[in-house]
């Protein structure tokens, strides 16, 4: 049975991305307490992939992840998942509402309930926690009078009790997951894949425009871009790109080849479906069809037989 590390502690979002990502076959599931120690143990062999948070609507991109993507062997993202984001608030039995002083749970997860809290528990104290697991715990303990949790949570905090279920201040809220693995086969293309990178970019005028400019000439459409610091010297920065393609089409290889030679740095992390499956749409002129077109009319022309 294949091994699947994830963010833990058991209970949390991620746990249950995990658990999603690898619904098609039995999987063992180990939680980690970082990011990085998941990801490292894809590098060393210890488990077969690791589900990570990518980004949420919310609060952004996750750093750890980024920065975990680039910081050693590569690895490769093969599915991701968008997963809607709502919260259950747990309390200890008979816990009353007008009682509560204090509530636990990860800052991005309070930041994401904020009116609801101020609205329902206005008097409560928040008590942040390494994750939203953690928080239940704390409540568990005394530490805290309600914890703020994914609803997976209560699962392994049975003997709390659910004070509140389905809240969010932002009723659309999401957070996109990975499945990373060590580089392989790649998952095939769909006609609804998306591609990432990470590049560093010369150091000098333009560099970046160049950079989408790779892009931009091919049609290909930029989903998302992101910066992080190279951490070798102030002002150096890696940029992740997430763009609509498969590396197995022509338009993206040509426009990763483009980037190879104008970048000092770049490193493929992963083709793979997109989670809407929304077909990607491509212009007649850059479309696969118009480059392999294009490409048999160049070869005619370096053998002497068109102009």
């Known amino acids: 049975?294949?091994?699947?590390?994830?963010?833990?502690?058991?209970?949390?979002?991620?746990?249950?991305?995990?658990?999603?990502?690898?619904?098609?076959?039995?999987?063992?599931?180990?939680?980690?307490?970082?990011?990085?120690?998941?990801?490292?143990?894809?590098?060393?062999?210890?488990?077969?992939?690791?589900?990570?948070?990518?980004?949420?609507?919310?609060?952004?991109?996750?750093?750890?992840?980024?920065?975990?993507?680039?910081?050693?062997?590569?690895?490769?993202?093969?599915?991701?998942?968008?997963?809607?984001?709502?919260?259950?608030?747990?309390?200890?039995?008979?816990?009353?509402?007008?009682?509560?002083?204090?509530?636990?749970?990860?800052?991005?997860?309070?930041?994401?309930?904020?009116?609801?809290?101020?609205?329902?528990?206005?008097?409560?104290?928040?008590?942040?926690?390494?994750?939203?697991?953690?928080?239940?715990v704390e409540v568990e303990n005394g530490t805290a009078d309600a914890a703020v949790v994914a609803p997976v949570a209560h699962r392994y905090h049975s003997r709390l009790t659910r004070l509140a279920s389905d809240i969010a201040d932002v009723d659309d809220a999401v957070t996109r997951f990975l499945l990373v693995r060590r580089p392989g086969h790649l998952p095939e293309p769909t006609g609804a894949d998306r591609t990432s990178i990470a590049v560093v970019a010369h150091d000098e005028v333009g560099a970046l425009g160049e950079v989408l400019s790779e892009l931009s000439l091919r049609g290909i459409n930029l989903s998302r871009i992101e910066s992080r610091p190279t951490k070798d010297r102030l002002g150096a920065y890696r940029f992740f790109l997430d763009f609509d393609g498969h590396v197995a089409d022509t338009r993206i290889g040509d426009a990763l080849t483009g980037l190879h030679r104008r970048c000092s740095e770049v490193r493929f992390l992963g083709s793979f479906p997109k989670a809407d499956s929304k077909p990607v749409s491509v212009r007649a002129s850059d479309s696969e069809q118009a480059f392999r077109r294009s490409m048999r009319w160049l070869s005619e022309v370096r053998r002497g037989r068109t102009a």
């Open 1 to 136: 049975m294949p091994r699947i590390a994830y963010l833990g502690p058991q209970g949390t979002f991620t746990e249950q991305a995990a658990r999603e990502l690898t619904a098609d076959f039995a999987a063992e599931l180990i939680a980690h307490d970082t990011v990085h120690s998941a990801l490292e143990a894809v590098r060393a062999g210890e488990v077969e992939a690791a589900g990570v948070p990518m980004e949420n609507s919310v609060e952004g991109a996750v750093p750890s992840t980024l920065d975990g993507l680039v910081a050693g062997d590569p690895v490769v993202a093969v599915a991701e998942l968008v997963l809607p984001i709502r919260f259950d608030v747990l309390v200890r039995p008979g816990t009353d509402p007008s009682e509560v002083t204090s509530v636990a749970s990860h800052p991005h997860a309070l930041a994401q309930v904020r009116g609801w809290l101020s609205r329902e528990l206005p008097r409560a104290q928040d008590v942040p926690t390494a994750s939203t697991a953690t928080a239940a």
